[in-house]
Nanobody, 123 residues
Framework: QAQLAESGGGRVQAGGSLRLSCMIL????????MGWFRQASGKAREFVRR???????YVVESVKGRFTITRDNAKNTMYLKRNNLKPKDTAVYYC?????????????????WGQGTQVTVSS
């Protein structure tokens, strides 16, 4: 299984910003796309953003405009930036890797996951 590692989480006050990183430590399949999900306590894992190896991004309407996803292929790293954080953004943020670009909102289509990084936003 491919190995991913997230970093950059922490505790911030509302209105602050964070940039999360996801590094590919080991590849075991041809990764076509990577995505960010988040999971708040007691809730299902929620899709945030997806980006392909060529840089095409995908977002759902419910979180459109609130996050920025980028990637640096030379560094094998994907990033998620969020400004003006709100308490409702508190969650564990996970990155995943998948083959193909379809069904990006469905976490079951991802074949590898990082361990997650906690983001806590205080009011």
């Amino acid at each position: 299984q491919a190995q991913l590692a997230e970093s950059g989480g922490g505790r911030v006050q509302a209105g602050g910003s964070l940039r999360l990183s996801c590094m590919i430590l080991r590849r075991t399949f041809d990764i076509s796309a990577m995505g960010w999900f988040r999971q708040a306590s007691g809730k299902a894992r929620e899709f945030v953003r997806r980006i392909t190896t060529s840089g095409h991004t995908y977002v759902v309407e419910s979180v459109k405009g609130r996050f920025t996803i980028t990637r640096d292929n030379a560094k094998n790293t994907m990033y998620l930036k969020r400004n003006n954080l709100k308490p409702k953004d508190t969650a564990v943020y996970y990155c995943g890797a998948k083959r193909g670009n379809s069904s990006s909102e469905n976490p079951e289509t991802y074949e590898a996951w990082g361990q997650g990084t906690q983001v806590t936003v205080s009011s």
